[in-house]
């Protein structure tokens, strides 16, 4: 027996007794660590010979989705095999030595209320799935704590310092302090009880956890403390209306300092890791001069990757691409090519997961000889409307490996920042890197279905060639930032007369119609437990939110006419078709306002911080924070958000626009968004 038992135990938890079954071997990797997978059935043993415990759990699950026995996804596991495996035969690879996931924003849109059972299930999908680099950043205010306080701060000082649950994503980036905090210390302690089990099973599987290092960051209180220290006090972020931030000069000693012993004290806490996160300017403009930009900008490169070096000499540093392709005025190929100059090119991977939105690597030259890891967003904020883009994923993949000028290219994957959506998206996406694109993607769905649903017809295939053709070819939301608003849809926005200058949502809405018009005729022939009637009322709760937003456009115009009776029609329809949506979306039980509010008070060991963790919840997906314009950028179509959020919202706009125009008085748009955001202020604090 070799080394598999990680794998084996992973395999036993999809599907109980039958991984006796399964006969698992690891073989030597002599392609310059790229994995690869055998799969053979004789004598009802699934024979699995693989490079690594993470290519014999994707193998297993290749073959297991391929006899349409299992699907598995964060909506639910179909899992139903035959009393005898069939005859089976399959040897697969991939060119990419890793398979990325996760995005640092992902421990604050979804991850927050999760226990260890609920990750224990992640990383089990993780591994069937294939990822073996996951962005793990649980548990580390523990080891801040400590490194503070060995700065002399104190526990009412970093109090005052700590963002609250939901929040913390965005000030280990830099960006925020304090917003939503304080942390309990409970929440500091479990979260470290849970990295260190996350830790541990990710290792015994192979897998590269990416933990957190020093990017230069310090608490207000510690840059107090420091006056002689040569500390940047940073311009507030995204609009405004958050504290300061505070960052160190590279060329401080104490910026190595801190770093180095940061690392030390994650090592003493959770064992030695060899890949470090550190983003110094997610989305903050480097506080350099322009007469020696290319030379500071070099040593905060030089002096991030020496703390890491220092404390882990064999380690890499791992950083976020995001930021070339957000800020591309600031990030010239001069400036980023200076902030690299001084690493080796073997000791750094740049994860640019962004290519669904910007073209980084090829404006930056594939990093200029750096390892770095191509992949997607995709999701933002944990908002969820229906889409992706097959297609685009596929030809990308086939176009760029047979890119001569990709560089040290060594990953693959994609950086949702929330999860729980559009699964098909992600099932895709993680079998290009073994298939590389040759699978036409007819043949692919046909699989998926039949793994998923246990059965499919030409009818359910024709539905599903409509979803590909209507809202499966888009590859980013525009809507979402319409305007320089967020909000997945018109509806999920704070309302405004301007949506009657809306051009429209991204897709196919009549081609979605014919999905639809199929799918429910073929509903009768699946039981209400399938997870075929929780992608139909996914499609359709889409479909009826587009259609919303074409009468808000319409219900705004009436009123400003003047039509009253229109107007009134229109009012009746939008809300009848918000409050169906709702009614329908009790199929999603997961996806709701009530498991969201309930995980995050089931999170809280006394009343405080279940208050606390509520009003983090119900903010986050809602005011978010600051004057800027983030409020509604994770929004959700969730049973409980239509109903209690979205519509009550846009009624109070109409009745006062409605007022206006009966009264023939100028209507006060600033005043009627002033008190609708009261309104959200109180609904984020009401129980």
Known sequence: ??????????????????????????????????????VETTDNKVKINATSNIAICYGAYTFLKDIGAVSISWEGNRISLPKVFPKYSKKQSTPFKYRKYLNAC??????????????????????????????????????????????????????????????????????????????????????????????????ELGMHPVVPAFSGYVPKAFAESHPNSKISELKSWSGGGFESTYLLDPNDPLFKEIGKRFIEIYTKTYGPSDFFLADSFNEITPPVSEEHKYKE?????????????????????????????????????EATKAFLSKVPNDRMIVQDYANDRYKVWENQEAFYGKQWSYGYVHNYGGS????????????????????????????????????????????????????QGKQPINEWLEKQLNARYGKTSDAVFQGWQLLLESVYSTKYWETRWWNDWAGAYLLFKR????????????????????????????????????????????????????SIDEM?????????????????????????????????????????LNNWIKSASDYGTTPAESKLYVKNAKTLITLWGGEG??????????????????????????????ESAINNTPFDEAKVRASIKEWETKWCVSN
């Not at 991030?304 to 005025?329: R, Y």
Request: glycine share 6%; with cysteine; hydrophobic share 35%.
């Open 1 to 38: 027996m070799d080394n598999t038992k990680s794998a084996q135990a992973v395999i036993e938890r999809l599907i109980g007794n039958r991984a006796k079954e399964f006969e698992l071997h690891l073989i030597e990797n002599k392609n310059q660590g790229q994995d690869s997978f055998e």
């Open 106 to 203: 992902t421990f604050g849109y979804t991850t927050p209320w999760w226990d260890w059972k609920r990750w224990e299930q992640e990383i089990d999908w993780m591994a069937l799935h294939g990822i073996n680099l996951p962005t793990a950043l649980e548990g580390q205010e523990a080891v801040w704590q400590e490194l503070w306080k060995e700065y002399g701060l104190t526990d009412s000082q970093l109090q005052a310092h700590f963002a609250g649950p939901a929040f913390l994503p965005w000030q280990r980036m830099g960006n925020i302090n304090s917003l939503g905090g304080p942390l309990p210390q409970e929440w500091i302690n479990k979260k470290q009880d849970i990295q260190k089990k996350l830790l541990q099973r990710m290792r």
């Open 297 to 333: 900008l070099a040593d905060y490169g030089k002096t991030i990757f020496e703390a890491i070096n220092e404390a882990s000499p064999k380690a890499t540093w791992v950083m976020q691409g995001w930021l070339f392709g957000d800020n591309k005025e600031f990030w010239t190929k």
């Open 384 to 435: 969820n409307p229906v889409y992706g883009d097959l297609n685009f994923y596929k030809n990308e993949l086939i176009s760029l490996l047979q890119n001569p000028k990709k560089g040290n290219i060594v990953g693959y994957g994609v950086m949702p920042e929330g999860l729980n959506n559009n699964s098909v998206v992600y099932e895709y996406i993680y079998d290009l890197p073994w298939t």
């Open 495 to 546: 309302p405004t007369l301007k949506v009657t200058e809306f051009k429209g949502n991204p897709g196919d809405k009549e081609k979605l119609k014919q999905a639809l018009d199929i799918l429910n005729k073929e509903a009768k022939n699946y039981n209400k437990k399938n997870l075929y009637n929780y992608d139909l009322i996914d499609a359709s709760r889409h479909y009826y939110s587009l």
């Open 552 to 592: 808000l456009m319409e219900c705004v115009k009436s009123y400003e006419s003047k039509d009253i009776k229109k107007g009134d029609e229109l009012l009746k329809k939008i809300e009848k078709t918000a409050l169906d949506i709702d009614t329908m979306m009790s199929g999603q039980p997961l996806n709701s």
């Open 629 to 658: 314009h983030l409020n509604d950028y994770a929004s959700r179509a969730w049973k409980g958000m239509y109903k209690d959020f979205y519509w009550p919202r846009w009624k109070m706009f109409f009745q006062a626009q409605r």
